[in-house]
């Protein structure tokens, strides 16, 4: 665990992944076994350092390839690229805006990617009604975010002027008045709270696909070898039994009625 300044950056706004690893691999596979990216305009929302965004634009023409980032340092590091650095994406489809106001007409995508983003925005409903706005009809939005049910806090904690990064144990189980204490900066969902959070959007949706997945675990294939990827293996077991509901991330397929 790193003790680091209460002001920390990405304490706020979330770390970004820096890379795709195995376990954002792992997460792409689980959408394509369901949805047909070929050739689809697709937004990456929150896109952080852009390794989705990147990855997307295997699938698709890079000019069909579009982030949004809350950053604006982010968003000027993309710009600053060349286009072969760009992976062909324009720097005119890279925009700074909210994930509550994007800067997008509606009815413009047919994918709206989140990956880890739902979380650490101001207002999850206006960003849920954002999403589905700037979908076309029978546009799916796509994304991952934390589950309650998983018994480590992701994003560290506040504790007396500091900022503690690391997995803290049992956090999200605590009541909502002491988890706010220590993680003001972010959420935890339930599945029946993103359940409220689409049967409330103002953009008419059903749920296409709805289950928890477990981590990665890369971290720990990495450092210990045959063993790590024993376990690995063992716990990504999980995700195809009724304990999958203890796993880290939500993933959610919704449909732009």
């Not at 509606?106 to 589905?132: A, G, P, R, S, Y």
């Amino acid at each position: 665990m790193k003790v680091l300044d209460e002001h920390t950056k990405f304490a706020h706004l979330g770390k970004p992944g820096t890379y795709f690893t195995k376990g954002f691999q792992r997460r792409l596979d689980k959408i394509t076994k369901i949805v047909d990216l070929k050739d689809k305009k697709i937004l990456d929302m929150g896109c952080g350092e852009g390794v989705w965004t990147f990855e997307f634009s295997k699938y698709t023409n890079p000019k069909n390839v579009f982030a949004s980032e809350y950053d604006p340092e982010q968003v000027q590091r993309f710009k600053s690229m060349s286009l072969e650095e760009r992976a062909g994406i324009p720097e005119e489809n890279f925009l700074n805006c909210p994930g509550e106001s994007l800067a997008f007409e509606d009815n413009t995508f047919d994918i709206v990617f989140h990956n880890e983003v739902l979380e650490h925005v101001q207002d999850d409903q206006k960003t849920i009604n954002e999403c589905l706005r700037v979908l076309k009809p029978d546009g799916l939005m796509i994304f991952f975010t934390p589950n309650t049910l998983w018994p480590f806090e992701q994003h560290g904690m506040f504790f007396r002027g500091k900022y503690y990064w690391g997995n803290i144990p049992f956090l999200p189980y605590m009541p909502n008045f002491i988890y706010k204490k220590f993680a003001p900066h972010v959420r935890n969902y339930g599945s029946w709270t993103i359940n409220k959070l689409l049967r409330s959007s103002s953009v008419a949706n059903e749920t296409v696909y709805f289950t928890q997945i477990f981590s990665g675990f890369d971290g720990l294939a990495r450092k210990f070898g045959l063993i790590g990827r024993g376990i690995q293996k063992f716990v990504h077991f999980f995700d195809k039994t009724p304990l999958h509901i203890f796993g880290i991330s939500h993933f959610v397929i919704v449909r732009k009625l």
